[in-house]
């Protein structure tokens, strides 16, 4: 079972670049978010979904755009990317809302903007 | 004020010692404490959920809630060097609030 799957692993851009981090779960998770993590600030949710067709802002939506086409996959979608978009960007799929639902992880994408 | 604070560290133990992570935060309204252990390089993982205050047991690992102090911790009793690892707390009413996390390392 893989779990939850996130490509590229690492991305170096230039600024004004444009790219799509990928995510898919196997798990048949209805809920599925972007955190991104900057060193020593925790994690800080961008986009969520809480099922195919419907997505929603998080605390820093700024910058990025999101679909839910399918129940398996969320993209990422970065347009013109800048400096401060430099982070380490991690999908989550839970069951249920993540209240009480544990979150399952992927292995992050190390996306550098210079 | 921040609704969840942590303490980023980091902390540095010997091995076998006793590690106390705590969070404080200032939201009433949170229901659901929880404990994710991010290895480096990694995604984090649930390690302990609670919901109400009191304690919570798992093998080495104890989860504490003192909802009237606004206050959680995790101990960890005969630390070992595989618990090296940022600890993050999440509490939750809708989505989940992370504290910035703990750096932990256990020297052998």
């Known amino acids: 079972n893989a779990g939850v799957t996130q490509t590229p692993k690492f991305r170096i851009l230039k600024i004004g670049q444009s790219m799509t981090l990928q995510c898919t779960q196997d798990?048949?998770?209805?809920?599925m978010y972007w955190y991104r993590q900057d060193p020593g600030m925790g994690l800080k949710l961008i986009y969520y979904?809480?099922?195919?067709?419907?997505?929603d802002k998080g605390e820093v939506p700024n910058g990025y755009n999101v679909s839910r086409s399918t129940t398996e996959d969320f993209p990422l979608r970065l347009e013109l990317a800048a400096p401060s978009q430099t982070s380490v960007y991690f999908c989550?799929?839970?069951?249920?809302?993540?209240?009480?639902?544990?979150?399952?992880f992927g292995s992050g994408t190390q996306l550098s903007v210079l | 004020q921040k609704e969840v604070e942590q303490d980023p560290g980091p902390l540095s133990v010997p091995e076998g010692a006793i590690v106390s992570l705590n969070c404080t935060y200032s939201?009433?309204?949170?229901?659901?404490f929880m404990w994710y252990r991010q290895y480096s390089r990694k995604g984090p993982e649930l390690l302990m959920y609670?919901?109400?205050?009191g304690n919570k047991e798992d093998g080495r690992f104890t989860a504490q809630v003192d909802k009237s102090s606004k206050y959680i911790s995790l101990f960890i009793r005969d630390s070992q060097p595989s618990d090296s690892a940022t600890y993050l707390c999440?509490?939750?009413?809708?989505?989940?609030?992370f504290g910035k996390g703990t750096r932990l390392s256990v020297i052998a």
């Open positions: 989550a799929s839970s069951y249920g809302i993540a209240t009480n639902e544990k979150l399952f």
């Open positions: 609670t919901y109400s205050s």
């Open positions: 999440a509490m939750s009413i809708t989505p989940l609030v």
């Open positions: 798990m048949n998770h209805n809920y």
């Open positions: 979904s809480v099922g195919a067709g419907i997505t």
């Open positions: 939201n009433s309204a949170f229901q659901y």
